[in-house]
């Protein structure tokens, strides 16, 4: 339980700074702010829905990696192929701003979920609101770390891409819930099996 808490405060750590620091970050992708954020609104709802498709089929931990990691190829590819000031729009950078906060969008629901099942029932909402803290944690922090970009132009998204490919390390150690009685259910018929021997 101990190593569990302490894997999802970082997984949350890292989704948080990641989602606070983007969506500040989102001015500075292309050229007109306006576009660039109303497009990645747009984009924001299909994330979230996606995420109910795919979460029944292929279970929980293996939808916060789809999402994370087509979050961290789109930071990677804002950074490395997306030229800024070259074509019209940005729209290179700004279509990959746009996937990227879909992936964001889609990750936190998925992770959401994902930290309620670890948790035993007795313990969920201590359990999730202790891990979710450190979300609120990131979002004081993102301010500071998107102003990076001063230094070193595009630093801010480096560093998010790290962080974000960084994660999948951490969810894996974490068991998939998928298909799997509940913490409850699971010490019902232990206590039963217990009574008969």
Same mark, same amino acid.
């Given at each position: 339980?101990?190593?569990?808490?302490? =894997?999802?405060? !970082?997984?949350?750590?890292?989704? +948080? @700074? *990641?989602?606070?620091?983007?969506?500040?970050? %989102?001015?500075?992708?292309?050229?007109?702010?306006?576009?660039?954020?109303?497009?990645?609104?747009?984009?924001?709802?299909?994330?979230?829905?996606?995420?109910?498709?795919?979460?029944?089929?292929?279970?929980?931990?293996?939808?916060?990696?789809?999402?994370?990691?087509?979050?961290?190829?789109?930071?990677?590819?804002?950074?490395?192929?997306?030229?800024?000031?070259?074509?019209?729009?940005?729209?290179?950078? =700004?279509?990959? !701003?746009?996937?990227?906060?879909? +992936? @964001? *969008?889609?990750?936190?629901?998925?992770?959401? %979920?994902?930290?309620?099942?670890?948790?035993?029932?007795?313990?969920?909402?201590?359990?999730?609101?202790?891990?979710?803290?450190?979300?609120?944690?990131?979002?004081?922090?993102?301010?500071?770390?998107?102003?990076?970009?001063?230094?070193?132009?595009?630093?801010?998204?480096?560093?998010?891409?790290?962080?974000?490919?960084?994660?999948?390390?951490?969810?894996?150690?974490?068991?998939?819930?998928?298909?799997?009685?509940?913490?409850?259910?699971?010490?019902?018929?232990?206590?039963?099996?217990?009574?008969?021997?």
């Amino acid at each position: 339980m101990r190593l569990k808490t302490l =894997l999802l405060s !970082a997984n949350w750590f890292c989704t +948080g @700074l *990641a989602f606070y620091a983007f969506s500040q970050y %989102l001015g500075m992708i292309g050229e007109n702010i306006f576009l660039t954020v109303g497009i990645s609104g747009i984009i924001y709802v299909p994330g979230g829905l996606i995420c109910l498709l795919i979460i029944p089929k292929v279970g929980r931990r293996p939808t916060v990696w789809i999402f994370q990691v087509l979050t961290a190829l789109c930071f990677l590819l804002i950074v490395f192929e997306s030229p800024k000031n070259v074509f019209v729009n940005d729209w290179p950078r =700004l279509s990959f !701003a746009g996937i990227g906060f879909g +992936g @964001l *969008a889609g990750s936190v629901p998925a992770l959401f %979920l994902y930290s309620g099942e670890l948790f035993p029932t007795l313990g969920r909402n201590a359990g999730v609101g202790g891990v979710t803290t450190f979300a609120r944690i990131a979002a004081m922090i993102a301010t500071a770390f998107v102003s990076l970009n001063s230094i070193i132009p595009d630093l801010p998204l480096m560093l998010l891409t790290i962080i974000t490919f960084a994660q999948l390390i951490l969810i894996l150690p974490l068991p998939e819930t998928k298909d799997y009685p509940t913490f409850q259910i699971q010490l019902k018929k232990q206590k039963k099996v217990s009574r008969f021997n």
